[in-house]
């Protein structure tokens, strides 16, 4: 395709008025902001719009012939569906030219109210499969921000597959965890990365241990304590790559930063992107510029995940000396003996006998789980080493076992599957359709479309769905999943805002580790120095990073090498089931458990769900809990229900 | 037409550039702007280009940015803020009559003020934890400043907090006897807040607060200097050094009237009601 002056958009931040007008006379072709509701930059409250100015924004932006896209990429709760879509009502009536959104339920909203303003999905929304592309085609998504852990390659193939139009962070501020899929900051500091409130953990020190003898591994002389403190993204060196790939919009990071620092980049990227359309083969890269890009960089610059995603220890800035501030220090995660803040209204009432779920890694598990009590098995998936993935021959004997009890089996599918992995989910779902497994459990919306479509299952969303709302349980139940999985990030009040509204059954993890964060990058690997070697010597311990509160988080590598980084305590709501009455499902996160701790956690949450379905009560088994807490391999806590609302 | 050079070493202080610049409006100024994002380090090379470019004066913000104007050269004017204490930081001879060529406007709260305001917010409290860091000269000033006007009024418990790992172990120093938290201003734990109330929060101790952000981020309330203001009153001073004046004989300023800053979320997390006094003297309640 030939390229011509509107083939690329220079993309960029505005924090504030002054920059505003600033970007856009150093040639931005759009910008974007947030109001002062529902966006991702919520610390500050000198920055964003509030509705009048937003509405003076879009004028001005408009006489400048420039575009200007509003963040609304927050994940609203039940109680904040009436707020939003209020709001939505003021943006149809000032008309931004697209809003950026990471909630489901504005896509349900939007229909609802007849929107007229495209949408474009946010970051959040880890959007990297043409699947889940083709879903929100059908939503009426426009333009997709495509996920920063996707090669450029990749991202053609997207493009070329479904023709989206494609923006993409080239400059800037970036997440070492998939975006979207980190709860690290949610769940412990009640404040969520996903609601624009991210205190950054990613960018505490941290040492790397052998998780069985708590040895320390020194740092090699590439590395420092700053495991997982990205570089920023910078493309600059590789305009042509990009515009090539067929990204459209070139987004700058950084609604912080002040108009001197993002009119730098902008006009940078202006020259360098008009040279380079008006005659691509006479492109050179102007070094002057570059110099002046390099040496006012905040962190280190890196191309992250674009052009490769086995970088290794050149992706991080190991000595924090050039990050510009920190937002948080480790803390001691929230134990049982914290007090949850219970929100004021009560859970409903059950309205079926509850059922027990269990996520496990073994067959021997399964015949533990059918014994004691599971009403539905979790298998496959992402497979934490050494455990290997299941196969087909797994599955059906999974069943096999299974069936005698009357107990569902439900297939995982991994939480992240970009166009490969999902060619191979493909034959997957075509050999599930024969077996006929009792479901499958999606993680991203791509996978799921492609589920629906081949096997007519009956599909369950996981807790990557970042389920918050009883619009998004309805922009899922019209898209076959029959069952939703809360947020891990929600609190009482909010736990029980969605079980009182969603129309579709509800399924709570009350039990296991949580994934704060899961990344393509290595740390074992670019500690041990092992970025392009043979990477097995890692998979012979286990891992974990130990914080400066002496927090430890097990590091456990997947089938496809990413890593999945637990926070320090695992889940425990068993004190506050009785509060927590009215869900569908209960889920305990077996996979990390021997088969003994499992029996033992199925049978002691079998017992008390039905005693609570006997007979309401107003706190647990005191027995239960003590015999709970005395048992557990790995340390207890209550997550974000230590929160009144989870930011 | 003037040349005015602005020297800023964060961009939290882009409120007090604004003032500045309101202040001036009705003058013909070209700025040269310099923010190093918070990189200390950069600020003699950026003054010194400021220097070279001949500025008639240049508004310089925090400490180290007007540490550096200063050094740049022996002639051109700064006019400084939000220095918290320009004398002991070497910056004035004295607040009435300054010289080094500077001027400026302190962003200090006075202690008493802070005192009867934790007073008023939280009349119970008789003894409060007061964490800091060991290592800020700034922190130092507000310690001594606030021991002497507590006297008489709380029981403080000083809490040196020297390192940001420090922070991760603060549970381990707050104890029962604490009815509240003093939180003096300091960049580190201003900047690692979060951590601090996430402890706080658990033995339901409220917060006052120094700096602004922190309150929005979860402490009770506080009093804090208005940065816009603080700015617009340095442009005025500017005005009186570009019209002859000499920028060492202007007393430097001081923060008249603090904004009160309370947090409702917080309030209701800790089951406090916020004094009504205060509610209708607060410039922003936060939820």
């Known amino acids: 395709m030939l390229l011509n002056r509107q083939s690329v958009e220079i993309l960029a931040p505005a924090g504030s008025w002054e920059v505003l007008e600033t970007v856009i006379e150093a040639g931005a072709d759009a910008v974007y902001l947030g109001g002062k509701r529902f966006n991702m930059r919520m610390h500050r409250a000198d920055t964003n719009f509030d509705d009048e100015q937003l509405e003076k924004a879009i004028k001005y932006a408009h006489e400048h012939g420039v575009k200007l896209y509003v963040t609304v990429n927050n994940l609203i709760s039940s109680r904040e569906i009436d707020a939003m879509r209020d709001y939505l009502m003021l943006l149809e009536r000032i008309q931004p030219d697209a809003l950026i959104v990471q909630d489901l339920a504005i896509m349900e909203l939007a229909?609802?109210?007849?929107?007229?303003?495209?949408?474009?999905?946010?970051?959040?929304?880890?959007?990297h499969n043409s699947e889940s592309v083709r879903k929100y085609q059908e939503y009426g998504i426009t333009r997709i921000v495509a996920s920063r852990d996707l090669t450029l390659d990749q991202i053609r193939l997207m493009r070329e597959q479904t023709g989206i139009e494609i923006e993409f962070f080239i400059h800037g501020d970036m997440c070492v965890s998939q975006s979207g899929q980190c709860v690290h900051s949610g769940v412990v500091f009640g404040q969520s990365s996903n609601r624009g409130r991210c205190l950054k953990p990613c960018r505490w020190p941290y040492q790397l241990i052998d998780e069985e003898t708590g040895e320390v591994i020194p740092d090699s002389e590439q590395t420092g304590p700053y495991k997982l403190a990205l570089k920023d993204m910078c493309m600059y060196r590789h305009l042509p790559e990009l515009i090539q790939a067929g990204v459209h919009s070139f987004k700058i990071e950084g609604r912080m930063r002040t108009a001197d620092f993002v009119k730098r980049i902008v006009s940078i990227y202006r020259r360098a992107v008009d040279r380079y359309l008006?005659?691509?083969?006479?492109?050179?890269?102007?070094?002057?510029?570059?110099?002046?890009?390099?040496?006012?960089?905040s962190r280190d610059f890196s191309t992250c995940y674009a052009l490769s995603n086995t970088l290794g220890a050149k992706l991080i800035g190991y000595d924090g000396s050039r990050e510009p501030r920190f937002f948080s220090q480790a803390v001691k995660e929230a134990t049982l003996d914290v007090k949850a803040?219970?929100?004021k209204d009560e859970s409903p009432a059950f309205k079926a006998r509850p059922q027990l779920s269990v996520r496990v890694a073994s067959l021997s598990a399964v015949e533990v789980a059918c014994k004691n009590g599971a009403d539905i098995i979790y298998i496959g998936g992402d497979a934490f080493r050494p455990n290997k993935p299941w196969s087909l021959a797994d599955i059906r004997e999974a069943m096999r076992i299974a069936e005698p009890y009357n107990v569902k089996v439900v297939v995982m599918t991994q939480r992240i599957t970009p166009n490969p992995i999902l060619g191979e989910l493909e034959q997957h779902f075509t050999a599930l359709k024969e077996i006929a497994p009792d479901g499958i459990m999606v993680s991203n919306t791509g996978a799921m479309k492609m589920a629906k479509e081949i096997t007519g299952l009956p599909l369950y969303a996981d807790f990557s769905f970042n389920t918050f709302n009883h619009y998004s349980t309805k922009w899922q139940s019209d898209n076959g999943i029959v069952q939703s999985t809360m947020s891990v990030e929600a609190s009482h009040e909010q736990i029980v805002d969605l079980l009182q509204t969603s129309q579709s059954p509800i399924e709570l993890i009350v039990h296991g580790p949580i994934e704060a964060m899961v990344s393509e990058h290595s740390i074992p690997s670019a500690v041990l120095g092992l970025d392009n070697e043979d990477q097995t010597p890692i998979y012979e311990h286990q891992y974990a990073l130990l914080d400066t509160a002496g927090q430890k988080h097990s590091i456990r590598f997947d089938q496809h090498g990413k890593s999945h980084i637990l926070l320090a305590n695992d889940y425990c709501l068993f004190p506050y089931l009785p509060k927590l009455t009215g869900a569908a499902v209960?889920?305990?996160?077996?996979?990390?458990?021997?088969?003994e701790h499992l029996a033992f956690l199925l049978q002691t949450y079998r017992a008390e769900l039905d005693s609570l379905y006997a007979a309401p009560q107003e706190e647990a088994n005191v027995d239960r809990l003590a015999s709970l807490k005395e048992n557990a391999p790995r340390p207890l806590g209550i997550g974000a229900l230590r929160f009144r609302v989870s930011r | 037409m003037y040349k005015i050079g602005i020297l800023q070493l964060t961009q939290n202080l882009d409120t007090a550039v604004h003032g500045f610049k309101q202040a001036l409006a009705q003058e013909e100024v070209e700025y040269l702007y310099f923010n190093v994002d918070g990189t200390v380090e950069k600020l003699p090379a950026f003054a010194q280009k400021l220097v070279d470019e001949n500025v008639d004066l240049i508004f310089a913000c925090t400490t180290p940015a007007a540490k550096a104007a200063i050094a740049a050269s022996d002639h051109i004017p700064v006019v400084y803020t939000p220095v918290f204490d320009p004398v002991s930081v070497g910056l004035a001879q004295s607040m009435e009559c300054p010289g080094n060529h500077a001027t400026g406007v302190s962003g200090m709260v006075s202690a008493t003020d802070k005192v009867a305001f934790i007073e008023e917010l939280l009349p119970e409290a008789k003894t409060l934890g007061m964490p800091f860091d060991p290592n800020d000269e700034n922190a130092k000033i507000e310690v001594a400043n606030f021991k002497k006007a507590a006297e008489g009024h709380f029981t403080l418990i000083e809490l040196p907090i020297a390192s940001e790992t420090d922070i991760s172990e603060l549970s381990e120093l707050l104890t029962d006897e604490m009815d509240a938290i003093f939180m003096p201003i300091g960049k580190l734990l201003e900047d690692n807040f979060a951590s601090i109330v996430y402890y706080t929060d658990d033995l339901d101790l409220p917060i006052i607060a120094s700096h602004a952000p922190n309150i929005v981020g979860g402490a009770i309330g506080g009093l804090a200097a208005n940065h816009e203001a603080l700015g617009y009153e340095c442009g005025l001073k500017a005005i009186?050094?570009?019209?002859?004046?000499?920028?060492?004989?202007?007393?430097v300023g001081s923060v008249k009237t603090p904004d009160v800053l309370l947090n409702q979320y917080t309030a209701d997390n800790l089951d406090i009601?916020?004094?009504?006094s205060l509610v209708e003297r607060a410039k922003e309640i936060y939820n």
């Open chain 1, 341 to 343: 803040k219970l929100g």
């Open chain 2, 273 to 276: 009601e916020l004094p009504s």
């Open chain 1, 111 to 127: 229909k609802e109210i007849g929107f007229t303003v495209p949408l474009h999905t946010s970051i959040m929304r880890n959007t």
């Open chain 1, 586 to 595: 209960y889920r305990i996160e077996g996979h990390i458990y021997d088969d």
């Open chain 2, 240 to 251: 009186e050094i570009l019209s002859g004046k000499d920028a060492g004989t202007i007393p």
């Open chain 1, 278 to 297: 008006a005659d691509p083969t006479s492109y050179t890269i102007d070094e002057n510029d570059w110099k002046e890009l390099y040496e006012n960089r």
